[in-house]
């Protein structure tokens, strides 16, 4: 299994629809995960932290299955402006991010008007 | 409090020539993280620095690149005799301690080499 595993999509989604994606990963010491944002040509940026379960910020959920090893995100009423490329981020060493990050490729997401 | 700064924000080198990126980190980090992104391609991790001290440079190439994280003055990523496979952006991260995982990236310095 990779370190980080994610469909790269691109996913095409209505406006207004739910959307969901899911990544695997195989450090299985990894205590936290994270969900990075990245607009074209742009800089990450963290959207979400999911170090138990699960984590829940307005639209966004994040959710985690250690027995399987992966994290999932789930966009509901989706706006235009969460068109972007979605990081699936672990960290490279068994604590929470002690010596930096492994980011998955991403996966692309495309709101439709 | 301004942000992780990289400079030059874009950088033309010929193969053979020598490139020098510079990244601040965010006023209170002393971490540091290079990445670097091929077209169409994720994130690799290259090297994590402390001030004045390289703790993990596993992602880096073992010839032509460089780095450095002195005591005064930003980090900086140098890469000896470019060639055209290292065109690509170049993100710095700070974090201001060891155990987060959120990382503040700048806003990357792309490198063209012809």
């Known amino acids: 299994r990779k370190e980080v595993e994610q469909d790269p999509g691109p996913f095409n989604v209505p406006e207004g629809a739910t959307v969901a994606f899911n990544c695997t990963y195989s450090n299985s010491a990894s205590q936290s995960f994270f969900w990075y944002r990245q607009d074209c040509r742009k800089e990450p940026k963290l959207l979400m932290s999911?170090?138990?379960s699960g984590n829940e910020d307005g639209r966004f959920t994040a959710q985690l299955n250690r027995a399987s090893q992966y994290i999932s995100l789930l966009i509901r009423d989706s706006k235009l402006s969460d068109s972007a490329t979605y990081l699936c981020v672990v960290p490279r060493g068994s604590g929470g991010g002690a010596d930096g990050l492994t980011f998955g490729k991403g996966t692309h997401l495309i709101i439709q008007p | 409090n301004a942000g992780v700064m990289q400079n030059p924000r874009h950088l033309v080198r010929r193969r053979g020539q020598e490139a020098r990126l510079r990244c601040s980190p965010m006023k209170g980090h002393s971490h540091v993280y290079w990445y670097r992104q091929l077209p169409e391609e994720g994130l690799k991790f290259m090297v994590y620095l402390q001030k004045e001290n390289i703790i993990d440079e596993s992602g880096m190439p073992k010839e032509r690149f460089s780095a450095e994280f002195p005591k005064e003055g930003p980090s900086i990523l140098r890469i000896q005799q470019v060639v055209r496979g290292d065109s690509a952006a170049y993100f710095c991260?700070?974090?201001?301690?060891?155990?987060?995982?959120?990382?503040?990236f700048g806003e990357g310095s792309r490198l063209t080499v012809l």
């Open positions: 991260a700070s974090s201001i301690g060891a155990n987060t995982g959120e990382l503040f």
């Open positions: 999911v170090y138990s």
